[in-house]
């Protein structure tokens, strides 16, 4: 995958451009926010910068909001981090990105100080001594000296920044909020010390974010009027509203800037299907499913309740989404760049679904947070985080009555997602080969057992320079010849928008929960494919998931085979069985022809920093390749696997 002369001339983002979805797509014109309310309607319900007070200031505020026993933690972590060290983004720890392909120096740099910006002014706000100030000044200048408040991997490939044309990122626009929260926390104290600091904020910011994204708004991808964007939009928005809110004195730019945001954020709402699905996977929709309730809730605060949309269906579909991905305890689907683990913010989740007046999320919310209780300060989303401290005296403690969704189908994404009553979970999916953050991965499923992964999409490694750019696919686990797909004729799927399943068609019901779509036009013309109808089904009569592939070539194949991915240890002694052992005493057979198939098996490479995460992502067990080689080959035929659980 290429990407084009134009874009390549532009020195912009080169990740997103990777993440966005390449070609031509469906946008829905619904422009939710901005059709509701005008211009006059915002002008007319925003609270002034001086009358705004979302969070609390001063200890009274505080003790009155949180319990003591967290507050007294937040002055603890605090006074951890009092002699940090706020250390200077060197040239070469820049260029690590272009040099070696390594991001995580310049990263583990940045984002530390930022952290360790808010504890610190969370521990002064929530003290009121003036301890903390002088750190707190040494974290602003730090970060307001930096040339780039963002990522290198976001600014094409030169490395260093040019700061004459300032690029908006996500950590840019993250930085910003973290810097206003600075202004609205401890700015009186910073003008004691002196009054070039808060000057200093709102320079670094109006030139860094305000202007750029008003001026060049056709410069930025995750702007795009024509093409579906991500993840970043939504980010993005959430912050460039938070900061223009704390720190915009010009109360008509004020309005203006909120308003241009609000037609900001409809862009991505327009980029969603009808189902509000999100293609990016459960992992990133808390950055964007969830950064949609971020803006939403500022703006619903700073309006006082005049801007609310928690009843437009497409909201109400977009956050079902998350609960219909969850599969047992911190398990989500994990199709395309998504990660298998993670531990969904309960507290969000409790608000959200409060807004929207939905009991399954609520009580999603409410399992999350009794499941992986914390309330975390250092990490992105740091409005959402001030606002879970304000939720803990406010969330429903009874015991939640949660129950995950027995099936689902998500059909703008074409997901499936299926619960047997032996404890089987099927998810499984079409689509097409240019969704964001994309696998080539077209008709690939997986299989959890009580809760253990048994037949899994090994998602991600670790991001580096090679993970966005033309050598994408070049990375096994972005191939569809590691997903749970068949090899025709030696070759996989391809990356594009025309690479998709085709005659899509789902069934739930009491005998099944099954998805049928021909993955023929996800292969390349060499591939010599005229037909692929594959079938999965979660058959609940006998309680087994069943894959049956009717395909039509265009000649006798050289060969086809049939992956199946695993971190389960494999026993395939026994012809026709192929035995799968997780955790926790899970078993589950992978039944087979043994007259059409021989079985082999093999390790994925562990070459190069990708490899790294998927240490953590399946805990220290190694990923397996299942080969199954047909020993027949004929130009047209059918065939089939089972699993059952043992």
């Known amino acids: 995958m290429l990407l084009p002369p134009e874009t390549m001339k532009n020195p912009f983002i080169l990740i997103f451009l990777f993440c966005s979805i390449l070609a031509q797509a469906q946008i829905t014109l619904r422009n939710i926010l901005s059709t509701k309310y005008t211009l006059e309607n915002v002008q007319k319900a925003l609270i002034a910068k001086n009358q705004w007070s979302p969070y609390p200031k001063t200890p009274s505020e505080w003790r009155a909001t949180v319990p003591d026993s967290v507050l007294n933690n937040l002055v603890k972590e605090g006074e951890k981090v009092l002699n940090f060290k706020f250390e200077s983004i060197s040239g070469t720890t820049s260029l690590d990105y272009v040099r070696s392909g390594d991001r995580e120096r310049h990263g583990n740099i940045s984002y530390k100080k930022r952290n360790v910006l808010l504890q610190l002014l969370l521990a002064e706000s929530i003290e009121d001594k003036g301890r903390f100030t002088d750190a707190i000044l040494n974290g602003v200048w730090s970060i307001c000296e930096e040339s780039y408040w963002g990522v290198p991997a976001h600014i094409g490939g030169t490395g260093l ?29 910073l003008d004691k010390i002196n009054k070039l600091i808060r000057k200093r904020i709102y320079y670094e910011t109006n030139k860094r974010i305000f202007i750029p994204i008003q001026k060049n708004q056709d410069k930025y991808s995750w702007m795009s009027k024509t093409k579906p964007v991500n993840n970043w939009n939504p980010w993005i928005m959430s912050n460039w509203i938070l900061s223009t809110l704390l720190l915009e004195k010009d109360e008509i730019r004020r309005s203006e800037t909120v308003y241009a945001s609000m037609k900001g954020l409809d862009l991505y709402l327009n980029s969603l299907g009808d189902d509000g699905g999100c293609d990016e996977g459960p992992s990133y929709w808390f950055a964007a499913g969830a950064s949609v309730y971020d ?20 909201i109400q579909k977009m956050a079902t989404y998350v609960y219909k991905t969850h599969i047992d305890k911190d398990y989500f689907v994990n199709f395309a760049d998504a990660d298998p683990k993670l531990r969904p913010d309960g507290l969000m989740l409790y608000r959200f679904g409060k807004a929207l007046n939905d009991d399954k999320m609520i009580q999603f919310g409410k399992w999350a947070f009794q499941t992986f209780p914390n309330y975390k300060t250092d990490g992105y989303q740091r409005m959402r985080r001030i606002e879970n401290l304000l939720t803990l005296n406010k969330i429903d403690r009874t015991p939640n009555t949660y129950q995950p969704v027995k099936d689902a189908w998500i059909s703008d994404i074409q997901v499936l997602t299926s619960r047997g009553n032996n404890g089987i979970f099927l998810a499984t999916h079409g689509g097409h080969n240019a969704e964001s953050h994309n696998h080539n ?34 990375l ?54 005229k037909a692929w109808n594959r079938f999965v089904r979660l058959n609940r009569s006998n309680n087994q998931v069943e894959i049956t592939e009717d395909y039509r070539l265009e000649s006798t194949p050289k060969s086809i085979q049939q992956i199946f991915m695993t971190i389960c240890d494999v026993d395939a002694n026994n012809a026709g069985k192929i035995n799968l052992s997780g955790e926790k005493n899970s078993n589950l057979t992978l039944n087979y022809d043994a007259n059409l198939w021989t079985v082999s098996t093999e390790k994925p490479s562990t070459e190069g920093m990708e490899y790294e995460s998927f240490k953590t992502k399946w805990n220290n067990h190694p990923v397996t390749r299942i080969i199954l080689t047909q020993k027949s080959l004929q130009q047209k035929g059918k065939y089939k696997f089972s699993f059952e659980a043992k």
């Open 161 to 189: 920044p040019d700061i004459e044309n300032p690029v908006v990122d996500l950590f840019s626009a993250e930085t910003a909020s973290v810097l206003a929260l600075a202004d609205y926390f401890v700015g009186e104290k």
């Open 295 to 314: 803006c939403l809730e500022l703006l619903q605060n700073a309006t006082i309740n005049n801007i609310n949309i928690y009843d437009n269906s497409l």
């Open 441 to 474: 991965d077209v008709g690939d499923f997986i299989i959890y057992l009580n809760g253990q992964p048994m037949i899994v999409d090994a998602g991600r490694g670790n991001y580096t320079a090679r993970t966005f750019s033309s050598k994408r696919y070049e």
């Open 476 to 529: 096994w686990f972005t191939q569809s010849e590691h997903h749970n797909l068949p090899i025709i004729n030696g070759f996989g799927q391809k990356a594009g928008r025309e690479f998709e399943a085709k005659n899509v068609k789902c069934t739930t019901d009491n005998k099944e929960a099954s998805l049928l779509m021909d993955i023929a036009d996800a292969y390349p013309s060499e591939a010599g494919v």
